[in-house]
């Protein structure tokens, strides 16, 4: 959605992200904003090669966008086995993999909380949330434009947003296994690690 805004701010060709990173800018492409999406693995988060990552951003704006652990596990799970056909996703059942030392919740909530404390480790941070952008994009879109220096026009960004596709996980969610009560036990349990600053509230077997 950054992306196709900043097209039609400009009036350049449609482009996306991450693949737009042009070495050689003119004309109306130079006032926009570099931007460089990464996307990494929970897998991955070992803290001290996170914390060297971050140290190679102080002097960047960085955007966070994080989502409730509940749900970034079960979206993970089906990204590895579906998409990816991980040979470790494959052999672990729904409990052990909620479990797992390096692909369940518990490394989720710690990497969420290692990204969303690094305001002293980068040149500046915004964290936002998945569901708040997914929900009121209206409301909070402009949030993200503001902190990169763009200028907010309200009627083009309404536009821009009733012309998106709903391109959230999902999709790749359904179908799969679900958690049963004592996952969801354990999770709850879990989420009390989790920086109560971001406002995720514990879930009754309603939201369930």
């Known amino acids: 959605?950054?992306?196709?805004?900043?097209?039609?701010?400009?009036?350049?060709?449609?482009?996306?992200?991450?693949?737009?990173?042009?070495?050689?800018?003119?004309?109306a492409w130079r006032r926009v904003p570099?931007?460089?999406?990464?996307?990494?693995?929970?897998?991955?988060?070992d803290p001290a090669i996170t914390a060297r990552f971050m140290a190679g951003l102080e002097r960047q704006r960085v955007i966070v966008v994080v989502?409730?652990?509940?749900d970034?596990?079960?979206?993970?799970?089906?990204?590895?086995?579906?998409?990816?056909?991980?040979?470790?996703?494959?052999?672990?059942?729904?409990?052990?993999?909620?479990?797992?030392?390096t692909l369940g919740i518990r490394r989720i909530i710690d990497f969420t909380n290692q990204w969303c404390s690094a305001g002293g480790a980068v040149g500046s941070l915004l964290c936002l949330r998945f569901e708040?952008?997914?929900?009121?994009?209206?409301?909070?879109?402009?949030?993200?434009?503001?902190?990169?220096?763009i200028p907010v026009h309200e009627a083009l960004l309404a536009e821009i947003?009733?012309?998106?596709?709903?391109?959230?996980?999902?999709?790749?969610?359904?179908?799969?296994?679900?958690?049963?009560?004592?996952d969801l036990a354990y999770m709850e349990r879990e989420m009390s690690q989790l920086d109560p600053a971001l406002g995720y509230a514990p879930r009754t077997e309603d939201d369930r």
Do not use: K, N
Request: hydrophobic share 40%.
């Open 34 to 45: 570099r931007v460089h999406f990464v996307h990494p693995l929970c897998r991955d988060a």
């Open 1 to 27: 959605m950054v992306a196709a805004y900043l097209s039609r701010l400009h009036g350049l060709p449609a482009f996306a992200y991450p693949e737009f990173m042009p070495l050689l800018r003119r004309g």
């Open 72 to 101: 970034v596990v079960l979206t993970y799970r089906a990204r590895l086995r579906v998409r990816q056909r991980d040979p470790e996703a494959l052999g672990l059942d729904l409990p052990e993999f909620i479990r797992h030392e």
């Open 132 to 149: 708040d952008l997914r929900d009121e994009p209206l409301v909070h879109f402009p949030r993200l434009l503001e902190y990169l220096g």
């Open 67 to 70: 989502r409730d652990p509940r």
């Open 161 to 182: 947003v009733g012309g998106t596709p709903d391109t959230t996980t999902t999709a790749i969610e359904s179908g799969g296994d679900r958690p049963g009560a004592a």
